[in-house]
């Protein structure tokens, strides 16, 4: 066989391999879709873009499993509701997290933010603004876009273990999010330094199943296709993980205390800048943790390094609530033996979802942080 024989042959192989690959992971065993971010060049604030695809279906494994379908509002954010400013008198909750709260491996209809909504009743609206590999500052910041724009009367948002640390940076940082950097005997907090944009190669590669494949469910690293991949921080389940690890050696109060003492200084710029953006407002913090404790051991055992520092910088700000969530999941978990996780093995399942849903409702109805309010506004419907 002559080399130009060779190639034809090889060329053609290719083609025929690419299109039977692309038809096979469209509609046989699909690979995943995600939506598509952008940051406003005005706001600096990241979301999903809904002038791209406005819905699609998230897949996990090398082998395609179905996970759910995601949807994009007009405003950009998962969410089956349409956002609208708070009437005067009316009620609204603005629920702040990572890839938790975004929930793409959740159904819609079974999100934190939707199972929030259903138990605080149709004239409580929940709004939710989550993004995979957010953290603290992220949440600060753009909680001052969500007042300007909602005016939100309780925010609650749901934390893990790194989102301090990940939020500060010595040098550098991530170019699209907000950070804050040690300045003189505190901090200071650092804008993004670059709009993020996908380029047009990121978005036609995009459309393609099989490299949609390769990157979200292989997880493949390919060569100059970076688009819709802003590095994200050490949060999330990564640091769920880690945290459940260490809280699986049962450390002691004393043992935690340095690492605490770390993250203090963080942590209470963090909040205290948080409480003066939204001076009135109910700032509910739900500390996700080990899901799977025996109930009597959990008030014995402290939280990780960062919840901890949370909790205490929670106690010297009259405006600030603190949940720990473990004990809602042991309860659970004591009484159904059902699982928390999603099919990555990390992230909330539904039934998470709606233990942690009924966890923050419940602490809202027990500390009266809507009393003022005759939640008039309403609520869209999923």
């Known amino acids: 066989m002559t080399p130009f024989r060779f190639l034809v042959r090889f060329v053609v192989f290719v083609l025929v391999f690419v299109a039977l690959s692309e038809a096979w992971l469209r509609y046989v065993t699909p690979a995943s879709e995600q ?42 954010w998962l969410s089956p509701y349409r956002y609208v400013r708070r009437r005067p008198g009316g009620a609204l909750i603005a629920l702040f997290g990572d890839s938790y709260v975004e929930g793409l491996s959740v159904a819609q209809s079974q999100h934190l933010d939707v199972d929030l909504h259903g138990l ?22 753009t909680a001052r876009y969500v007042r300007a724009t909602y005016d939100p009367d309780l925010i609650v948002i749901l934390v893990g273990e790194g989102d301090v640390s990940a939020s500060v940076r010595r040098s550098g940082g991530f170019p699209y999010w907000y950070h804050i950097v040690p300045s003189g005997s505190g901090f200071r907090e650092v804008p993004p330094t670059q709009v993020y944009a996908v380029s047009r190669k990121a978005a036609l590669a995009h459309k393609s199943a099989l490299i949609r494949y390769l990157r979200y469910n292989a997880h493949a690293q390919i060569p100059g296709v970076h688009g819709n991949d802003v590095e994200g921080a050490p949060t999330g389940a990564d640091a769920d993980d880690l945290g459940r690890s260490a809280e699986s050696q049962t450390p002691s109060a004393e043992s935690e ?9 963080a942590t209470r710029f963090l909040v205290d800048r948080l409480c003066a953006d939204n001076p009135g407002v109910p700032i509910v913090f739900a500390a996700r943790g080990d899901r799977y404790l025996p109930v009597d051991a959990v008030n014995g055992r402290p939280l990780a390094p960062e919840m901890e520092a949370l909790r205490e910088v929670c106690a010297e700000q009259p405006q600030c609530h603190f949940l720990d969530l473990r004990m809602p999941f042991s309860l659970d978990w004591a009484r159904h033996h059902e699982r928390f996780e ?31 309010s005759d939640a008039s506004s309403g609520a869209g419907s999923p």
Do not use: C, K
């Open 35 to 76: 939506p598509i971010y952008r940051q406003s060049r005005t706001t600096l604030v990241y979301s999903a873009d809904p002038h791209a695809a406005r819905s699609g279906l998230s897949t996990e494994q090398r082998v395609p499993r179905r996970l759910a379908t995601w949807h994009v509002n007009d405003a950009g």
């Open 120 to 141: 605080m009743g149709p004239r409580v609206p929940v709004y939710a603004f989550g993004m995979s590999g957010w953290y603290l500052e992220q949440y600060v910041a």
């Open 257 to 265: 205390r340095p690492e605490v003492e770390s993250v203090l200084p």
């Open 342 to 372: 999603a099919l990555d093995g990390a992230h909330y399942n539904a039934h998470a979802d709606a233990v942690a849903a009924a966890a923050i409702a419940a602490s809202i109805d027990s500390w009266h942080l809507l009393a003022g």
